[in-house]
């Protein structure tokens, strides 16, 4: 099994910045896509960025892109989301995921963390 664990989500006002972290320990694998997605109250699990196991190829949604970068430090098994200039509408809880393979697409991931809070004020 994989283990994810998120950490530093908080509150933060319209135009701040947050960096996320997502720390994955456990089984390992040859290939692997990470990734972060959000839950906003009353709204459905959207994605948001994912990376590639080596880092080389990243993906954002539309919503944050230009906004928000992702990346990783395999050293680390950790995985970042860095988020600036932030709006009221980003504010959800944030999940950090695992999917086996190559495909960066929104489906099929398979393990998941717990979620950390991020709520922007305006």
């Known amino acids: 099994q994989v283990q994810l664990v998120e950490s530093g989500g908080g509150l933060v006002q319209a135009g701040g910045s947050l960096r996320l972290s997502c720390a994955a320990s456990?089984?390992?694998?040859?290939?692997?896509?990470m990734g972060w997605f959000r839950q906003a109250p009353g709204k459905e699990r959207e994605f948001v960025s994912a990376?590639?196991?080596?880092?080389?190829?990243?993906l954002h949604a539309n919503s944050v892109k230009g906004r928000f970068t992702i990346s990783k430090d395999n050293a680390k098994n950790a995985m970042y989301l860095q988020m600036n200039s932030l709006k009221p509408e980003d504010t959800a809880v944030y999940y950090c995921?695992?999917?086996?393979?190559?495909?960066?697409?929104?489906?099929?991931?398979?393990?998941w963390g717990q979620g950390t809070q991020v709520t922007v004020s305006s």
């Open positions: 990376i590639s196991w080596s880092g080389g190829n990243t």
């Open positions: 456990g089984r390992s694998f040859s290939s692997y896509v």
């Open positions: 995921a695992l999917k086996v393979g190559v495909s960066m697409t929104a489906r099929g991931w398979d393990y």
